[in-house]
């Protein structure tokens, strides 16, 4: 208690836990277990001393201990980013209520995703000898990012809506959240705030575009994060055009996705619900927005009404009974995940899966070894003619399709003719294509070893 008050006397407003911890050891003449240091803490917390914020935050400045010390002060489960705030007064008064009244105040609507340092201290009323402590605080709070160039992005003062949709996406996918219980869950600006923080954080400023309530990440493909109008929702819509984006577009959703879920874990008391958005929905969404750009109807940037979709396991049962999606629009599974990315369904399903799950490198692999013309004619025409009892006729059209379009003749046939991979290994066996059946050996080998080291 008199270290705290020592270090309110020398204008001491928050510390750490690791220069907290570092100071309090200084001065004492036994060292004692961090343990000891936190249950202290959590008194002065309840007595109303000091506030103790344990976790939620970004990782800390970490603060070298001294040599030969014996006793961590490492918070347990290593919560090394704890806030411990001595002066509440300044958090609420001059912290706090400044920065949220400024995001009230018409000078925040400015479509602004930059502040220099100078403009934020002028804008929180901040002087000189507060500026460096109150940044780095609001930075600890996820309220402000200071990006490599030394500006701050501040997520809480962006402008409401993003982007226009366009069409330059001839393919989308997508995921959606929602809280379990609609009633009462909702997503906060707080947590975009939050989201859009590790957006810069993964993938730079430069890839990045951000307004209230929502974000665009551009690589070879596109993700479009954005809340619905009635914040019940948490979409993330991905897009791409070009064939080799596909995998691109799926790593972002993956990517993205696990930080979602990431920030929704830490919200107490809720649970949520993952589906995966119809993709004939997303287009849909996306037409009509330039349709009324074109003809120029004001309506809504965001998504007024609910979008539809599907949870993984309502799409492995109709892999399994090899039934189309049940729902506002026909969908096969396919066609919601990305097959030769997302393993799951193989996983799921193992030999009993179908041919079009067959995992991307392992696909290339077969049609690099079927295209190419076998002196016995034990190439993909063989294994038309095996799958699907394809006639001459039949492989002729798929030879021209492929020659035309620049596409594989074997992937052709495989998705012409698709079938369990036991039966396609049957068929690669009766023709002696030990390489072929190797490969998919292998790409199962690899899946359970993923499976079991995870």
Known sequence: MEQVSYLRLQKVRFQ??????????????????????LTAVEYLHNISELLFLPQYFLPGKLFDTHPGQNISTELPNNMVSALIILDMNWLLQ????????????????TNKERWHREELAAALNLTNGDVEGALDL?????LVFKTQEGEYVVPGWLKKGGPERSGGCENMRGIGYRWKDCNRGMF???????????????FGTERCSFWKGGALVVTKAQLRIEVSEDRRN?????????????????????????????????????HYEKIHL??????????????????????????????????????????????????????????????????????????NCSSRWLEGSTLSTLCSLLDTRSPVELDWKRLGELLGKASNSTITEVEEEARNKGLSPTNLILIKYP????????????????DCVSAINNMMMQLKDKVENQ
């Open 419 to 434: 079938v369990i991979l036991y039966q396609l290994i049957q068929c690669l066996t009766q023709m002696d294509r030990e």
């Open 94 to 109: 001059d912290i706090f209520g400044v920065f949220g009244n400024f995001a009230l105040s018409p000078a925040s609507g």
């Open 138 to 142: 609001l930075e600890a709070f996820q």
């Open 278 to 351: 119809c993709p004939t929905e997303l287009r849909n969404l996306t037409v009509s927005s330039e349709v009324a750009a074109l003809v120029g109807f004001v309506r809504s940037a965001g998504i007024i009404e609910e979008l539809s979709g599907f949870s993984f396991q309502q799409i492995l049962e109709a892999e399994k009974q090899n039934v189309p999606l049940c729902g506002k629009w026909s969908m096969q599974p396919w066609e919601v995940l990305f097959p030769q990315h997302d393993t799951r369904i193989l996983s799921s399903l193992g030999m």
């Open 16 to 37: 750490r836990w690791e220069e907290f911890a570092k100071s309090i050891l200084q001065v004492l003449p036994n060292p004692i277990y961090s343990t000891t240091l």
């Open 234 to 270: 948490l979409y993330l819509i991905g897009g791409w055009r070009l064939k080799d984006a596909e995998g691109d577009c799926y790593h972002l959703l993956e990517k993205v996705g696990k930080e979602v879920e990431i920030l929704l874990r830490n919200e107490h008391g809720q």
């Open 188 to 202: 906060s600006h707080f947590l975009v705030g939050r989201l859009q923080i590790q957006l810069i954080c993964m």
